[in-house]
């Protein structure tokens, strides 16, 4: 039976035509995206899946960026200990040549106070973006390393620790050695103050006989950009803490005197009995009239090093000065070279083991891309193919519908 009003043949076209549309647009999607999974809608399991993933894939990124971090900066401080080795090998070198009599021992001490302090600039400048393993400040410290994903979805870190060494020579003591007056602000191991550039009463820096001192304690004075210092000797040490403050007081006095700062007066008043020794910078009215004073307003900075504190303590009691010393520092430099081989040793464990988990965390990043891939990325070959052969049924489609639409036209010859 022929009907005007329902064209089924029509209909059916109709149904195939935007069967093939939806599918040749599904297709022209994953050929523009590049991936068959785009969204939720597409396959709401693997779409799920893929984004937990990629948002691991973020988190190793981050992973990655803390291993190289901790890496370069376990390497500082592998590099360091190890030029700390080589200059405590050089000063073994002078304390053997020590051994003899026929030397100048006094011209070998210098030489070894030289590496000393090159010791103590390595340390200090040992640091990567402030963090330094080598100076005593720090005991462990955690690098970052994995971000582990149980089966049930729980996500947790694991770190690679890193066991600081302490290579300084000294340290600052908790006990405050001296105070400041006249506008100090105190610390446990310094006292800075102010001298203003016409003040001819001073600021005093009074040393306190309450600490005991030690062979090799240091106390050093800053004066606006130059530096004294006086270190206690074993001697100094044997007269008591009245006595070896007065030696510490002369000593920086003496030191400061010589670098002729203009107009720069300091007095020394000696511990006695009652007062604890005191130095008082002050500003040198020569002409009398109150005019003289330094140029500008100077910052006094004191501060004390105890010799006893640090992995490498005991190179500040080093003295080859006398056979006795001589004989002693030896047995101590052998421990002391052990302590920085260990330490060089231990950073550059660690930081081989930082490299390779690092290498690691970048296979397994590449892997989980590939996985994410796998899941989601269009097929492009089969894409382009399935492409063309819609296209073909799209104009097949189009075609069939037009003859569907004219059998209505048929049904007129039916009343000529």
Do not use: C, H
């Not at 005991?314 to 920085?340: F, H, K, P, R």
Request: glycine letters at 8%; zero cysteines; aromatic letters at 4%.
């Amino acid at each position: 039976m022929s009907s005007i009003l329902t064209n089924t043949s029509a209909m059916v076209a109709l149904q195939t035509l935007k069967g093939i549309n939806s599918n040749l647009s599904k297709t022209q999607d994953e050929i523009s995206t590049g991936k068959s999974v785009s969204s939720a809608k597409d396959n709401a399991a693997v779409w799920a899946i893929s984004k937990v993933m990629e948002a691991d894939v973020k988190g190793f990124k981050g992973i990655s960026d803390s291993l190289s971090l901790g890496e370069s900066t376990v390497a500082v401080a592998r590099q360091a200990s190890e030029t700390i080795t080589d200059l405590l090998t050089e000063i073994k070198g002078k304390i053997v040549a020590a051994q003899e009599d026929n030397v100048d021992r006094a011209k070998i001490q210098t030489d070894i106070d030289a590496l000393r302090d090159q010791i103590k600039t390595v340390v200090g400048a040992a640091q990567f973006n402030g963090l330094n393993l080598v100076n005593g400040s720090q005991s462990t410290v955690d690098v970052l390393a994995s971000l582990d994903r149980d089966s049930a979805g729980n996500v947790t870190t694991s770190s690679i620790t890193v066991a600081a060494q302490d290579l300084s020579i000294g340290g600052y003591s908790t006990k405050a050695a001296f105070t400041g007056t006249t506008g100090a602000s105190t610390a446990a191991d310094s006292a800075v103050m102010t001298l203003a550039a016409a003040d001819a009463t001073g600021v005093s820096l009074v040393l306190d006989d309450a600490i005991t001192y030690a062979a090799g304690d240091s106390v050093s004075v800053r004066l606006g950009d130059q530096k004294v210092s006086y270190t206690v000797t074993a001697e100094d040490a044997a007269q008591g803490a009245a006595a070896v403050t007065n030696i510490i007081a002369a000593g920086l006095k003496s030191a400061a005197d010589s670098l002729g700062i203009t107009d720069l007066r300091i007095d020394y008043a000696a511990n006695d009995g009652t007062n604890d020794a005191k130095l008082t910078f002050k500003v040198a009215d020569t002409n009398g009239d109150g005019t003289s004073g330094i140029s500008q307003d100077m910052t006094i900075v004191a501060q004390f090093e105890n010799a006893g504190a640090g992995g490498l303590g005991l190179l500040s009691g080093v003295d080859v000065s006398t056979a006795a010393g001589a004989s002693a520092s030896l047995s101590a430099i052998e421990g002391m070279i052990q302590t920085s081989i260990d330490a060089a040793a231990s950073f550059g464990s660690v930081e081989k083991r930082i490299g390779i988990q690092n290498t690691f965390v970048g296979k397994l990043t590449d892997a989980l891309k590939t996985g994410i891939g796998a899941m989601v990325d269009a097929d492009m070959e089969e894409a382009s193919a399935r492409l063309q052969a819609l296209q073909v049924q799209q104009q097949l489609g189009v075609q069939s519908l037009s003859i569907a639409n004219q059998a209505p036209q048929n049904i007129l010859s039916l009343f000529r």
